[in-house]
């Protein structure tokens, strides 16, 4: 049937083509609408979940609660409306809202929901524990719901095992541990994170794991990933090794430990491994594919190898996997490459955009970074702080200084947002390029932070194009109060005197290079 193809579709990333043949449907139940609308929210697609969800000609307890649980974790405010309108709540609603108020910090409401609940289950006391935890109190999570719960199980003495390993206290999360009436595989992961993964005890953290009494996929990660984080890649292939099957997951933790350990080759190699013995990529692999890419000196053989490996619905499934590859691209110095995945993106957040500025930005095309940020403004997104440091940087390099004022301007008094350190650099180097000399060191002088290097090598940088030698020296003279061990400002200060034909301070300078 219908549903079952569509069904089918979804359980292999293709949402796109699930949507096409939900279109083309001549008849849809509430099952293919919830199908759909459960693929959107598991994939983090909430704005094609809300639409999905009003267009929907009845809903029944499961689009609710699917819905409630997509915009928790990330837009309480649709949450609480969500919340609002349902017809009926539920053991699974009322978690979903006790756990979303908790994690936006709101501790008052999520004990006002939780003492107006009619009825309690397991999952509602743990999400009030963890809760509690979560915001920092941990002896009221302990005393004042987790010891006086009706009853508890595995589950929430593994919550409580975990809080604590998160706030590095493995010393209650070892006390959990002991008073466990059962525990399973799950509880023995918990412990070994929360006493040992997290406190940095290598040591430790092996010989607990070798002495769980069984092992399953979670702790065989948790240990490969605890020693590739501590740098430990040896140790960490060794158990990769021992590892009886290893999951997409496990690869995922090799490919990124080389990759962040500088060994981009291995990385790609893992992953050419992992294709060899039949285990499917998830998008966590082409992210960290895409990372590993972005790192390698030959942007070109980067390049090339993420053409031969990336199939073409995988941008079409993953905002985050088509966020990555643009960032590989713009690092790489590629800005048509990003722009072709830009394209070929259905569904892109600020990060997108951000990311797709960035890239022309960073690589000399000032205008069509412009021309993105039009668009974005046209498509209804609120540009962010990052934004306008991209926008800034495009009209630097496009010698745009009066777009840039305009820009400058609009980013308190139209957005509402207070510049950042990074938005005077750009407009001082601007300036500074544009001749504007005197401006360019009003401002630096003016800007409500501490001018630093950057600040002050774009001036001394300036000095030098246009011979400028008294503001030259006062630009120079932050290196010298501040010690910057750098060679790039002395020798820019060197080549303005003799540029000026002061051969004396060219030796006074070149005396101190040499003391360095």
Partial sequence: SWNIIITACIQNNAVGESKGLFDRMPERDTITWNSLLSAYAQRGHLEEANDLF???????????????????????????????????????SWS????????FGHLDKTRSLFDSMP???????????????????????????FSTMPERDVFSWTAM??????????????????????????????????AYAHNGHLESAKIAFERMPSRDVVSWNSIIAFFSQKGKLEEAKDLFHL?????????????????????????????????????????????????????IANAEEGSAFIASIVHPGILQDSVAVGNAALTMYGRSGLAAGAWSVFQQMPVRDSVSWNA????????????????????????????????????????????????????????????????????????????????RLVEAEE??????????????????????????????NRAAGFFVQAGV???????????????????????????????K
């Fill in 243 to 295: 590892m009886p099957e290893p999951n997409t997951a496990a690869w995922n933790v090799m490919i990124q430990a080389h990759a962040q350990s500088g060994h981009l080759d291995l990385a790609m190699d893992v992953f050419r491994l992992m294709d060899l013995h039949g285990v499917s990529p998830d998008s966590v692999t082409y992210i960290a594919i895409f990372d590993a890419c972005s790192r």
């Fill in 485 to 515: 061990d750098a060679e790039s400002p002395y020798v820019l200060l060197s080549h303005l005197y003799a540029e000026a034909g002061s051969k004396d301070d060219v030796l006074v300078i070149r005396k101190a290079m040499r003391r």
């Fill in 54 to 92: 009003y267009m929907m000609p009845e809903r029944d307890y499961m689009s609710w609660n699917t819905l409630i649980q997509a915009s928790a974790s990330s837009n309480l405010d649709l949450a609480q409306e969500i919340y609002h309108y349902m017809p009926e709540h539920s053991h699974v």
């Fill in 443 to 472: 401002l630096v002088n003016s800007m409500p932070f501490e001018p630093n290097y950057e600040a002050w090598m774009a001036l001394l940088g300036a000095c030098r194009s246009h011979g400028d030698v008294r503001r030259g």
């Fill in 119 to 145: 009825e309690r289950n397991l999952i509602s006391w743990t999400a009030m524990a963890a809760g509690y935890a979560q915001n920092g109190y941990l002896q009221e999570s302990y005393s004042e719901i």
């Fill in 356 to 435: 797709m500025l960035t890239a022309f930005a960073r690589n000399g095309h000032g205008e069509a970074a412009l021309d993105v940020f039009l668009a974005m403004e046209l498509e209804g997104l609120v540009p962010d702080i990052i934004t306008f440091v991209n926008v800034l940087s495009a009209c630097s390099h496009a010698g745009l200084l009066h777009r840039a004022r305009g820009y400058f301007h609009s980013i308190s008094c139209d957005y509402g947002l207070t510049p950042i350190y990074d938005h005077y650099v750009c407009l001082t180097d601007l300036l500074a390029r544009s001749g």
């Fill in 96 to 103: 979903v809202m006790l756990t979303a108020y908790a994690n």
């Fill in 161 to 194: 095992i975990t809080v604590y390993g998160e706030f590095d206290d493995p010393h209650k999360a070892r006390r959990c541990f002991d008073l466990m009436p059962h525990k399973n595989v799950v509880s023995w992961s918990a412990m070994f994170q929360a």
